[in-house]
């Protein structure tokens, strides 16, 4: 089948809203019998008559009913096709494709995303909006997927090659104690880092949770406490803090979460924060990427 051509095809929706071939004729400002052959040429090339004939107004026939519709929504999106594509390549339009830590949806994420999807999408009605694909994935993994291609933005945890990635501090907070609420400290107040002394707590694992497994024990680096269960997610950690299985050190932003069982007390002595970064490659040539982090600046700046 001969591939069909827009002329075919506005001739074709011409004739079917006129009923009459010369008055389509007119409308389209060209004489009749090419018209007529345009046509002609259109019913071999898709293999179904589109007109029934016989009857003084030119009618369409079931196949061509059905093909009318196709025809107008083709139309619709040649016209505009060209008008998206500059919506596209200037960042109003398409994906942009953001991995994100379990943590940082606690209270950073949501925000994040309603700002810039409210920034981006003031766009003229009918137009492609930017459309946000999240993933959530630790932070070497989100690494790995920006080095592929697979994902545009990582809300991730250092470290990263600053040679590879451009990046932007986007949120800071501090640590705090998870305790267990029957556990002997879990009262009210801040608690020194030193009172953590012989105590179980729940550690991150090295390897995927490396952020957090290096900032946690260069903090106890002089308390002398039991290690025990490696995780990677701070939820896993709060629930088995609940079952008594251990104390833990989270990101402050792990209270919302409201978990029974779970008493949380600020921490003396600990200067570290917990810092989270937009990070992107340098190569990127995603347009509407380019409008994220172009809104970035945008953010309140972090803690």
């Known amino acids: 089948m001969s591939m069909l051509s827009l002329e075919q095809v506005r001739g074709f929706v011409t004739v079917a809203e006129e009923g009459n071939f010369r008055r389509a004729a007119e409308r389209l400002r060209m004489t009749q019998p090419p018209l007529s052959r345009?046509?002609?040429k259109l019913e071999r090339d898709i293999g179904v008559e589109l007109f029934d004939r016989t009857q003084r107004q030119v009618q369409l026939t079931p196949a061509g009913e059905v093909f009318l519709t196709e025809a107008r929504r083709l139309l619709a999106l040649a016209g505009a096709a060209p008008g998206t594509a500059r919506l596209v390549a200037a960042g109003g339009a398409g994906t942009v494709r953001i991995g994100f830590t379990a943590a940082s949806g606690f209270g950073f994420l949501g925000p994040f995303l309603n700002h810039i999807e409210a920034s981006l999408n003031h766009v003229e009605a009918g137009l492609d909006r930017v459309e946000i694909v999240l993933r959530e994935m630790v932070?070497?993994?989100?690494?790995?997927?920006?080095?592929?291609?697979?994902?545009?933005?990582?809300?991730?945890?250092?470290?990263?090659?600053?040679?590879?990635?451009?990046?932007?501090?986007?949120?800071?907070?501090?640590?705090?104690?998870?305790?267990?609420?029957?556990?002997?400290?879990?009262?009210?107040?801040?608690?020194?880092?030193?009172?953590?002394?012989?105590?179980?707590?729940?550690?991150?694992?090295?390897?995927?949770?490396?952020?957090?497994?290096?900032?946690?024990?260069?903090i106890l680096a002089a308390v002398p406490y039991t290690a025990t269960h490696e995780l990677t997610q701070v939820h896993t950690m709060l629930a088995l803090v609940a079952a008594g299985r251990g104390l833990a050190l989270v990101p402050e932003t792990a209270t919302h979460l409201h978990p029974d069982g779970v008493r949380f007390r600020p921490l003396i002595g600990v200067e570290d924060p917990v810092v989270l970064h937009a990070i992107w490659r340098r190569d990127c040539a995603n347009p509407a990427l380019r409008r994220v982090i172009e809104l970035l600046e945008s953010l309140p700046p972090a803690p």
Do not use: C, M, W
């Not at 250092?158 to 990046?167: A, H, L, Q």
């Open 38 to 40: 345009q046509i002609q």
């Open 139 to 218: 932070s070497s993994d989100q690494f790995e997927n920006l080095r592929s291609g697979s994902l545009d933005l990582a809300l991730a945890r250092p470290p990263f090659d600053r040679t590879e990635f451009d990046s932007r501090l986007v949120h800071s907070e501090g640590l705090i104690l998870a305790v267990p609420e029957q556990h002997k400290l879990a009262e009210d107040g801040p608690l020194a880092i030193e009172e953590l002394g012989g105590e179980t707590l729940l550690v991150y694992a090295p390897g995927p949770a490396r952020y957090f497994a290096d900032l946690v024990s260069g």
